[in-house]
């Protein structure tokens, strides 16, 4: 597992809109920040982001690009080691040869991350019924075991955006649970 964990001084990134582009200006981090800016590529798209089961306001999300209907988002949060995000996506399996995805980069500075969507670690858990998507969000712990999933037919450009969007650097990979609507959950480092 690669390492995201940085040290506590260092610097951290605000999020700043200039067109269709999020800009990151460097700041002093406070110690346990894991980022300022989530930045997250969907194929087909978020429905809503939860931060400690509390559901994230529509004016701190940011829609940068939308291409055939997939989606790229920045999200002005500020996120501690230790915190929980849930991301309910969805994709139409009948578009596109079936092509989904879902790439995450929680940004502290330019190129430095604090999280990234990868399979390796055992903090990315999803949960595929609605019956128990409540509970998924509202508790931490909750089906944290139910391992997120490789993307079979990964949406060939949802790599390209992340590096465009998040930075060159981000090396995570896309994830998404057994169905095509599905929770995914980030238990923070």
């Known amino acids: 597992m690669k390492s995201y964990i940085f040290p506590a001084i260092m610097l951290a990134s605000c999020c700043v809109l200039a067109g269709d582009?999020?800009?990151?200006?460097?700041?002093?981090?406070?110690?346990?920040?894991?980022?300022?800016?989530?930045?997250?590529?969907?194929?087909?798209?978020?429905?809503?982001?939860?931060?400690?089961?509390?559901?994230?306001?529509?004016?701190?999300r940011k829609l940068l690009l939308e291409r055939f209907g997939a989606t790229v988002e920045s999200t002005a949060v500020q996120v501690q080691r230790g915190d929980w995000l849930v991301f309910h996506v969805v994709n139409n399996r009948l578009r596109w040869g079936g092509a989904y995805y879902f790439g995450v980069a929680g940004v502290i500075a330019p190129g430095e991350y604090g999280f990234v969507s990868e399979l390796d670690s055992g903090v990315w858990s999803v949960c595929d019924s609605p019956a128990s998507a409540g509970q998924f969000i509202a508790q931490k712990d909750f089906m944290s075991n139910n391992r997120a999933a490789p993307v079979q037919r990964p949406w060939h450009e949802g790599t390209g955006l992340m590096k465009r969007y998040a930075g060159a650097a981000w090396d995570g990979v896309p994830i998404w649970g057994r169905e095509r609507s599905t929770w995914i959950k980030i238990l923070v480092p």
């Open 21 to 60: 582009h999020a800009t990151i200006q460097a700041q002093p981090a406070p110690s346990g920040v894991r980022a300022h800016q989530v930045i997250t590529v969907t194929d087909d798209f978020v429905v809503e982001l939860y931060h400690n089961g509390a559901r994230v306001l529509d004016a701190k």
